[in-house]
């Protein structure tokens, strides 16, 4: 009866030694994350008479939005990320939409409706999400230019979407696997074929699925540089990534105008991850197969 | 007896409707069906073939040679560094992405106050493009030719100057090892240290999430009941904890290292594949190849190189998960 009071009294306080520790190491790890940022949200808000790589680190004297504006409508050499931006919402905003559907669409066959096969058909699918690109890129350039797609944004539209079914599918299968067969049977008893078992049982309870499915696909095909670099052949159709890769190369100077860039493509997906998260989240895990 | 016969009649409409819908959802498949079996199995079979001819892109010559591109990729000195390249960039990523994600989720998992927070602050770099990684992070290990910049800098007006570094700008192979009949030398090239430790920032958190996910399957009452019979911390760690995150860590080294072995626009942006290839790794090959010397075939015979090296650690994992969700239903 003794025992466990006299220790917890010796233990308390090295229990709060470690405890501060604990949360000394968790805040510098924390900091050590946040440094680029950091980096780049000062460097992108100095006036450009302030930027000089001795001063790299200091705050900038008075906020500056040129280099933002350099970056945003170009100038001086530079060319701006408005149009490539603006190429990105383009490409990102069907692709997502396609992909849930197709994703979804697949996603109830392969959970709800098997067949024989239709197991190994899935791994089948699953084996394009791990692929290189490189080792489609050959044919993929050669198909796009046969049926007039290359370097077209709905080239790139349907690379994303071709591509992105793997992972849209899975995150599906697996969302619609915990929907109880009762459910479905239940349907089949009353009379509801193929399509009014999905509208009327499985769409009503996708909502989340939508919603993970929508934020993976627009991260990552916001957040692509391949399929923007090898299939936009042209500066104007250039997705922001791509932008990016090409100021911070050729602009290597005027590294605070990258910066501000950088925070340019940054800002969609970060908010998207800021407000939603948990669906983000939900998504990254599904991309290990199990979920 | 109207009754007995109004029933088989229902069953067979029903089993009419059933198969009617079965072809339809097989039909419902079939687009994305054709989609992969064309853009996934027919491409990479067509980049394939295209390895054992002699396309370049000026001249379509499909002609048969063999495994004379692999031949000869293998000889030379730049895609044997290509190659050491990648083992010590994937090395160095894996190891220090899962211990250092372990840590993480161990971290976040201790009942801390405002655990949401932390772990939302680790892991926001997976939201962010590898374009922005490589853009702030080669700024930060810039080392600076006559004034140190970027890390350099920081580390000296912290006083941890000893911490400083050529980064990026490092040429050198440590240990410089020769290797009879290999024409680089062994092992580590120093520039792609700050590679690696830029892809671990965006990805250990990644690491971290799968952690903490497991962690939370275990139950509370088997490391408590350890505790109660006297175990150290250390001790629930490394008898229970680890050895229950065991299938955790094994879809984490195939999901990091596949991603490591197709690592692209990080180093592209970083560093270009520089100083002197250094840094360069068979998909930087691939694209050069195929874009800047027109070389179509070799650069084909790359890729297959890594799609064979991505294939040897995805298809027996894809295998073993199919199996394993059989056996559970």
């Given at each position: 009866?003794?025992?466990?009071?006299?220790l917890?009294?010796?233990?308390?306080?090295?229990l709060r030694?470690?405890?501060?520790?604990?949360?000394?190491?968790?805040?510098?790890?924390?900091?050590?994350?946040?440094?680029?940022?950091?980096?780049?949200?000062?460097?992108?808000?100095?006036?450009f008479?302030?930027?000089?790589?001795?001063?790299?680190?200091?705050?900038?004297?008075?906020?500056?939005?040129?280099?933002?504006?350099?970056?945003?409508?170009?100038?001086?050499?530079?060319?701006?990320?408005?149009?490539?931006?603006?190429?990105?919402?383009?490409?990102?905003?069907?692709?997502?939409?396609?992909?849930?559907l197709?994703?979804?669409?697949?996603?109830?066959?392969?959970?709800?409706?098997?067949?024989?096969?239709?197991?190994?058909?899935?791994?089948?699918?699953?084996f394009?999400m791990?692929?290189?690109?490189?080792?489609?890129?050959?044919?993929?350039?050669?198909?796009?230019s046969?049926?007039?797609?290359y370097?077209?944004?709905?080239?790139?539209?349907?690379?994303?979407?071709?591509?992105?079914?793997?992972?849209?599918?899975?995150?599906f299968?697996?969302?619609?696997?915990?929907?109880p067969?009762?459910?479905?049977?239940?349907?089949?008893?009353?009379?509801?074929?193929?399509?009014?078992?999905?509208?009327?049982?499985?769409?009503?309870?996708?909502?989340?699925?939508?919603?993970?499915?929508?934020?993976?696909?627009?991260?990552?095909?916001?957040?692509?540089?391949?399929?923007?670099?090898?299939?936009?052949?042209?500066?104007?159709?250039?997705?922001?990534?791509?932008?990016?890769?090409?100021?911070?190369?050729?602009?290597?100077?005027?590294?605070?105008?990258?910066?501000?860039?950088a925070?340019?493509?940054a800002?969609?997906?970060?908010?998207?991850?800021?407000?939603?998260?948990?669906?983000?989240?939900?998504?990254?895990?599904?991309?290990?197969?199990?979920? | 007896?109207?009754?007995?016969?109004?029933?088989?009649q229902?069953?067979?409409?029903?089993?009419?409707?059933?198969?009617?819908?079965?072809?339809?959802?097989?039909?419902?498949?079939?687009?994305?069906?054709?989609?992969i079996?064309?853009?996934?199995?027919?491409?990479?079979?067509?980049?394939?073939y295209?390895?054992?001819?002699?396309?370049?892109t000026?001249?379509?010559?499909l002609?048969?040679?063999?495994?004379?591109?692999?031949?000869?990729?293998?000889?030379?000195?730049?895609?044997?560094?290509?190659?050491?390249?990648?083992?010590?960039?994937?090395?160095?990523?894996?190891?220090?992405?899962?211990v250092?994600?372990?840590?993480?989720?161990?971290?976040?998992?201790s009942?801390?106050?405002?655990?949401?927070?932390?772990?939302s602050?680790?892991?926001?770099p997976?939201?962010?493009?590898?374009?922005?990684?490589?853009?702030a992070?080669?700024?930060?290990?810039?080392?600076?030719?006559?004034?140190?910049?970027?890390?350099?800098?920081?580390f000296?007006?912290?006083?941890?100057?000893?911490?400083k570094?050529?980064?990026?700008?490092?040429?050198?192979?440590?240990?410089?090892?020769?290797?009879?009949?290999?024409?680089?030398?062994?092992?580590?090239?120093?520039?792609?240290?700050?590679?690696?430790?830029?892809?671990v920032?965006?990805?250990?958190?990644?690491?971290?999430?799968?952690?903490?996910?497991?962690?939370?399957?275990?139950?509370?009452?088997?490391r408590?009941?350890?505790?109660?019979?006297?175990?150290?911390?250390?001790?629930?760690?490394?008898?229970?904890?680890?050895?229950?995150?065991?299938?955790?860590?094994?879809?984490?080294?195939?999901?990091?290292?596949?991603?490591?072995?197709?690592?692209?626009?990080?180093?592209?942006?970083?560093?270009?594949?520089?100083?002197?290839?250094?840094?360069?790794?068979?998909?930087?090959?691939?694209?050069?190849?195929r874009?800047?010397?027109?070389?179509?075939?070799?650069?084909a015979?790359?890729a297959?190189?890594?799609?064979?090296?991505?294939?040897?650690?995805?298809v027996?994992?894809?295998?073993?998960?199919?199996r394993?969700?059989?056996?559970?239903?």
């Amino acid at each position: 009866m003794n025992a466990p009071f006299t220790l917890s009294r010796q233990a308390a306080p090295r229990l709060r030694l470690t405890r501060v520790l604990l949360y000394a190491v968790m805040i510098a790890l924390a900091a050590a994350f946040i440094l680029p940022v950091y980096l780049l949200i000062i460097t992108a808000l100095k006036d450009f008479s302030e930027v000089s790589l001795s001063r790299m680190w200091d705050l900038p004297s008075q906020f500056s939005l040129e280099s933002f504006n350099r970056a945003w409508n170009g100038g001086q050499g530079t060319t701006g990320m408005r149009g490539s931006f603006l190429n990105s919402v383009i490409v990102v905003v069907p692709a997502t939409i396609i992909s849930c559907l197709l994703g979804s669409m697949n996603g109830y066959v392969l959970s709800k409706w098997r067949f024989p096969g239709s197991e190994t058909l899935f791994t089948l699918i699953l084996f394009g999400m791990f692929i290189p690109y490189q080792s489609i890129l050959v044919p993929l350039v050669m198909v796009l230019s046969s049926i007039g797609l290359y370097a077209t944004l709905p080239g790139l539209i349907l690379t994303h979407v071709v591509y992105g079914i793997p992972i849209t599918t899975l995150i599906f299968r697996n969302y619609y696997a915990s929907v109880p067969r009762e459910l479905v049977e239940a349907g089949q008893i009353d009379g509801a074929d193929f399509f009014g078992i999905y509208r009327r049982i499985m769409l009503p309870l996708s909502a989340p699925g939508f919603v993970v499915v929508a934020i993976w696909q627009f991260t990552s095909i916001w957040n692509e540089f391949l399929f923007g670099l090898i299939i936009t052949n042209d500066p104007r159709l250039r997705p922001v990534t791509v932008a990016l890769q090409n100021m911070s190369g050729s602009q290597f100077t005027q590294w605070n105008v990258q910066m501000a860039g950088a925070l340019i493509v940054a800002v969609p997906t970060l908010l998207v991850y800021i407000f939603l998260g948990r669906y983000f989240l939900r998504g990254l895990l599904a991309g290990s197969l199990k979920g | 007896m109207r009754l007995d016969l109004a029933l088989p009649q229902k069953a067979a409409a029903r089993s009419r409707r059933l198969s009617r819908d079965r072809l339809t959802a097989f039909l419902m498949l079939l687009p994305s069906l054709v989609a992969i079996a064309v853009f996934v199995y027919g491409f990479i079979g067509y980049t394939a073939y295209v390895s054992m001819s002699n396309y370049t892109t000026a001249r379509i010559d499909l002609s048969f040679v063999g495994l004379d591109n692999y031949l000869n990729l293998f000889g030379q000195r730049r895609f044997q560094e290509n190659i050491r390249n990648l083992i010590v960039f994937t090395s160095l990523f894996l190891v220090i992405c899962l211990v250092f994600g372990l840590a993480l989720a161990l971290l976040v998992d201790s009942g801390v106050r405002g655990e949401s927070v932390f772990r939302s602050i680790y892991l926001f770099p997976m939201a962010v493009s590898f374009i922005v990684t490589g853009v702030a992070w080669r700024w930060l290990f810039t080392p600076g030719d006559l004034e140190p910049t970027g890390l350099n800098l920081l580390f000296d007006s912290l006083g941890l100057g000893f911490l400083k570094a050529r980064w990026i700008a490092d040429t050198s192979v440590w240990p410089n090892i020769e290797v009879p009949g290999l024409k680089v030398k062994l092992l580590v090239p120093l520039a792609v240290i700050p590679v690696a430790l830029a892809a671990v920032w965006q990805m250990s958190g990644f690491c971290m999430a799968m952690y903490l996910a497991g962690l939370r399957s275990i139950p509370d009452e088997i490391r408590e009941a350890a505790r109660v019979d006297g175990c150290s911390e250390w001790q629930v760690l490394r008898h229970i904890t680890l050895p229950m995150l065991r299938p955790i860590t094994l879809s984490a080294i195939i999901v990091l290292t596949h991603v490591s072995l197709k690592t692209f626009d990080l180093i592209l942006t970083m560093t270009g594949g520089g100083p002197g290839n250094k840094t360069e790794v068979p998909s930087l090959y691939m694209y050069e190849l195929r874009f800047s010397q027109f070389n179509t075939a070799e650069a084909a015979a790359v890729a297959t190189i890594l799609l064979i090296l991505v294939s040897l650690l995805t298809v027996p994992y894809l295998v073993y998960n199919r199996r394993a969700q059989a056996a559970e239903q």
